[in-house]
């Protein structure tokens, strides 16, 4: 029996391999086949793939590896340099993470990324899941990666009728009996591909599954209804006030958040009523009370709203607007926490993708 569950692991690797090795992603932070990883580039990549897709990381790992080619280089970077190419990846606290890593392996493993998961997760950022992705990738340890799409595969492989958030550990223990004894790093990144490309969520593409043969769904119309899953809560709604405060030559108040919170390092603009210091509204204001009036200044709200989605919640944006003389700012108390950007230089912040999608929007209504 034993010999039999042992062959059959094999078979499973063995026809993964083949599979990757004639179908596998070009993605620009893996090595050509046969090749060695770059342990840099395995570790970047991770990274900004914590919570974002690939399509939306490529351009960004790009861009990092043309301005940091070497994890030394990012080491000596400034941070408000890293966190302003980070912009617009989302899950801010991440570049904070990466650079305060890459300061580390520098400082204490010569800029040598170790190969030991129990080393990997002393870094800041880097989790069970990471820490083994990046020794199988970068160093073809036998390590048991397990992310989203392998959890769906081996739920199918073996059509595990418990609901996903129950059955996680059951997974890890059947995706371990069938790692490999080489090329573990091509292995996990095949178990990758199957998952975002053959065996996708809603409609898996058996008829080319490499591993059909094996899967107690494959083929059958019931695959796409697993994983099984515990019945969805709402997302919780917030409601924020954000503020546009721009003196006549066109600058506009920000002010660079400290390293907590949603947007953890990055540059905002004032904003009221749904982070977690000070969550108090209730729903989004029809006019802007005592309270809400910022610096005691007489705000037009904006007709248009937007929203945001969170992973956990849903914000609700209502925007506000003043435009302010130069010559009266010193009649103001403002903390000093803000500073005023000229137009100019509003491209060189570090702006999450909310804020930008605020200022299209006053953009088009009010700045013309
Ligand atoms: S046969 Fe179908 S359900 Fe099974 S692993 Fe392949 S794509 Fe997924």
Known sequence: MRKKNEDKYKQFSNELLDWYDVSRR???????PGASSNPYFVLLSEIMLQQTVVTTVIPYFIRFINKWPKIIDLAQADFNE???????????????????????LVKQHNGIIPNDEDVLLTFPGIGEYTAAAISAIAYDTKSNVVDGNIERIFSRLYKIEEPLELSKQKIRTLSKKYLPCKRNGDYAQALMDLGSSVCIPKAPRCQICPIISTCKLGGTPNAAMYPKR????????????????????????FSTNKNEGIFANMDVLPSI???????KLESSPKIISKELALFNLNWEILEKKINHIFSHFKLNCTLVFFRIKKSTLNNLIIDKKYRFVKKTELNKLAKPSLIKKILDVFEEEIVK
């Open 82 to 104: 890293v966190s302003s190419l980070w912009a617009g990846l989302g899950y801010y606290r991440r570049a904070k993470n990466l650079h305060e890593t890459a300061k580390i």
């Open 230 to 253: 515990l019945p969805k809560k709402n997302k919780k709604q917030r409601y924020g006030v954000f503020y546009l405060l721009m003196d006549d030559e066109g600058s506009i108040l």
């Open 26 to 32: 070009d993605l620009p932070w893996r090595a050509a």
């Open 273 to 279: 009523g749904w982070n977690e210091e000070n969550k």
